[in-house]
């Protein structure tokens, strides 16, 4: 069975510093990855996918993501944060025709 | 253009009340629906998932039922709520799993 891990359950950084948020999954078959943003009572947003090839995506808003296969793992970046930047968000993982498995969620807090 | 409509925005129910959230989807055929539930501080739950019109699957048994009357309505129901079913719950549809999962904007639910 397939499984997320957000290490990080909150992370709290300042404004233009530069923020990673940790994704970690467990599958024995190959994998499409997604992050997702919420912001406050709002639905989610794909910020940007890993389906196949090169392992670094980029998404919109100034994000990315590495895909780690070795260390099954998708990590989301941005070399500096916005205050816009606060919101959860969410690692999913999906094998090819399953139903989605979402991660627990990291909560983003861009302090000025 | 593909949209999801979701609503009520926000719901106050009493104990002990009947439930019906709606979620319909525009611009597409045969779409997967989802039901997820966040509840206050926690990642999401699927409820609920739908890969044909009649055709329901419940992955968390509770006193919530769903429902597709039609190939883009999706209704999630309640005879009796509890105090543990208050939340955020969200609606999602998609086609192709590579593309990952639209979400609609989310419907609050308070019981009272």
């Known amino acids: 069975a397939q499984s997320v891990t957000q290490l990080d359950s909150q992370v709290p950084v300042f404004e233009e510093a530069p923020v990673e948020l940790r994704c970690n999954y467990s599958?024995?078959?190959?994998?499409?990855l997604f992050w997702y943003v919420q912001y406050p009572n709002q639905g989610l947003q794909l910020l940007l996918k890993y389906l196949s090839g090169s392992t670094l995506v980029k998404g919109i808003n100034g994000f990315e993501a590495e895909f780690n296969k070795s260390q099954t793992s998708f990590h989301l970046r941005k070399p500096s944060v916005h205050i816009s930047d606060t919101a959860e968000y969410f690692c999913?993982?999906?094998?090819?025709?399953?139903?989605?498995?979402f991660g627990p969620g990291t909560r983003l807090s861009v302090l000025p | 253009s593909q949209t999801i409509h979701q609503w009520p925005a926000t719901l106050v129910q009493p104990v002990g009340s009947p439930l019906s959230l709606e979620c319909t989807v525009e611009g597409t055929s045969n779409p997967n629906l989802y039901w997820y539930r966040q509840a206050a501080g926690r990642g999401l739950q699927l409820l609920f998932y739908?890969?044909?019109?009649?055709?329901i699957s419940s992955e968390v048994p509770q006193n919530l039922s769903a429902s597709r009357p039609q190939d883009r309505q999706f209704i999630l129901s309640s005879k009796k709520l509890l105090l543990s079913d208050s939340g955020f719950y969200l609606c999602a549809w998609s086609v192709r799993q590579r593309n990952g999962y639209t979400f609609g904007s989310g419907t609050r639910l308070t019981v009272v």
């Open positions: 739908s890969v044909g019109i009649g055709q």
């Open positions: 999913a993982v999906n094998n090819y025709g399953q139903n989605f498995v």
């Open positions: 599958s024995s078959v190959s994998v499409y």
